[in-house]
């Protein structure tokens, strides 16, 4: 069955109204192939800001597009991605960009649009064409949002 063998996530901090930077580390038990999407659920933050404003974290990224991945009535935004493995990924390939970058969807995937489920958010990731994540070796990659 797939699964990951490795799978870390570290947050700088977890503070109200600061600005976070998300390291994920995941290795595969074999390789995940172009195409495949990957969700991270239920994380804290609510807004996700661009990387060239991490200096100003009361900036939100305000790229907004139709949600492709949970609801349609969501908020959805692109997020940049980076660091060392970052390349594996692009956005959902209705909005391919040049650099690596994900789906924020803000709150559940699950239908229920509350106020709590809008204090949270979920990272949609897309295997980039022609690139896959190795099951040899770690993937690591980072964003930033805000803490509520």
């Not at 870390?8 to 192939?33: A, G, K, M, Q, W």
């Not at 933050?45 to 900036?59: D, H, R």
Request: with cysteine; proline share 8%; charged share 20%.
């Amino acid at each position: 069955a797939p699964m990951f063998l490795r799978r870390e996530i570290h947050f700088t901090e977890l503070l109200p109204d600061s600005l976070v930077l998300v390291t994920v580390t995941l290795r595969p038990n074999y390789d995940v192939l172009e195409g495949t999407a990957l969700t991270i659920l239920g994380l804290p933050g609510y807004f996700a800001v661009k990387a060239s404003e991490s200096c100003e974290p009361k900036q939100e990224n305000r790229v907004a597009v139709k949600c492709k991945w949970g609801r349609p009535f969501d908020d959805c935004k692109t997020v940049p991605v980076f660091g060392p493995n970052a390349s594996v990924f692009h956005d959902h390939p209705d909005f391919p960009t040049s650099g690596s970058s994900g789906e924020w969807v803000v709150g559940g995937l699950d239908g229920i649009d509350d106020k709590s489920s809008r204090k949270q958010g979920n990272l949609i990731l897309n295997v980039r064409s022609g690139s896959f994540m190795p099951s040899s070796s770690d993937t690591v990659f980072n964003f930033r949002f805000l803490m509520p």
